[in-house]
């Protein structure tokens, strides 16, 4: 039986190291146990907060006021070139193994934090790979109905760091993901830039799987988005803003504010400029610090606690003077991408 404490701090269990208390907390070691708990909370009239790895969290200094789960589901199931991996596993352990194994379409997804269950959640993706390309389906239990389900890719909606999570947040809490990982010793084309350089090959070539993990685990750390103790860099929740996406008008005003801006045009018209060039030119430097709180000195989209010493609102506040001075430069309002919780940007 799980057993429920009352004021656990949250901060520990968030790769920010910040977050107050939650009423109750629960750790839940099978899908079974994880749906009851919701279920029950539910009924209850309780609100819920569904906790992974804490890679992807702002959690208020108040912390959360109502039950917070925290996943711990187990278990790897292997049919020929699907496997069924439970919420609770570690994704860094998944792909190690699908290396290990021989099994492509993970491998430049090496070192992102967090755990299986939240892969679809903002459709992970690094160095030119996404949860798109390899999800089958996703085993969900729908708070709505309250019925157990499988959704299939396409009903999950992934999207550039979206998908029907985050579309509808708290509707589904994620039991496990089945991938496709076909056995194959060589990665995918590789088509991001950096990594081809790295790995010296031309870009839509593809390289032996355990080279291309090694590479991007290296590339990674140079930027501290790799958890270790040891860098202060890396105590953040990833990028903190998204990449900005312009229809087409959007992009030629900015046009008139930043000639040559760099862009990647994308289908349908609209333009993906990237948020760490519009920080960086709107006067945010790596290491800018405001008090305790300070972008990585190694990455300009990581917004980091380095010494422990700063608040979920000194972190805010630090977040909130790089979105305010973008949008005064550039006319662009920049969208955090980690889930906030308990208090806003
Ligand atoms: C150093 C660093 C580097 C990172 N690099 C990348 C990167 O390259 N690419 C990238 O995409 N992300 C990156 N991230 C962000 C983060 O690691 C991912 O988003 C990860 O998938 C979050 O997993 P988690 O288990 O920690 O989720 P959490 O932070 O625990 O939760 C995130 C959200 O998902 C919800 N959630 C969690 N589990 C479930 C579930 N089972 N069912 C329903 N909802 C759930 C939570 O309620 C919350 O809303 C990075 C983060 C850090 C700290």
Known sequence: MTERLAGVRLAPYTTLGLGGPARAFVAAG?????????????????????????????VSDEGFDGLVVKVASRGVEIDGDRITVQAGEGWDELVALAVAEGRSGIECLSGIPGLVGSTPIQNV??????????????????????????????ECGLA?????????????????????????ELSGPVTYKELAVRLGVALGDRAPLAEV?????????????????????????????????LFAGEAAELELRAPGFPRWDMPGGSVK??????????????????????????????????????????????????RDGVREKFGVTLVNEPVIVGTRL
């Not at 979206?162 to 194959?184: C, I, N, Q, W």
């Not at 290491?287 to 000194?314: F, Q």
Request: no cysteine; glycine share 8%; net charge negative.
């Open 30 to 58: 099978s899908a079974e146990e994880i749906v009851e708990l919701v279920a029950a909370a539910d009924r209850a009239g309780e609100p819920v907060l569904v906790l992974g790895g804490g890679s992807n969290l702002v």
């Open 125 to 154: 993706g690094a160095y030119g790979q996404d949860m798109s390309e390899t999800i089958i389906s996703v085993r969900v239990y729908d708070r709505r109905t309250g019925e157990l389900g499988d959704l299939s890719a396409r």
């Open 160 to 184: 550039y760091r979206h998908s029907v999570f985050k579309e509808d947040p708290g509707r589904y809490v994620v039991l496990a993901v089945t991938y496709e990982l076909p056995k194959d």
């Open 213 to 245: 993990r090694a590479a991007v685990l290296e590339l990674r750390r140079g930027k501290g988005m790799v958890l270790d103790a040891d860098d202060p860099d890396s105590r953040s929740a990833g990028s903190f803003f998204t990449n900005a996406i």
């Open 273 to 322: 400029v990237p948020a760490a060039w519009l920080i960086e030119n709107a006067g945010f430097p790596k290491g800018y610090r405001r008090g305790p709180a300070r972008i990585s000195t190694k990455h300009t989209l990581a917004m980091t606690n380095p010494e422990l010493a700063a608040t979920t609102a000194d972190l805010l506040d630090l977040a909130r003077e790089v």
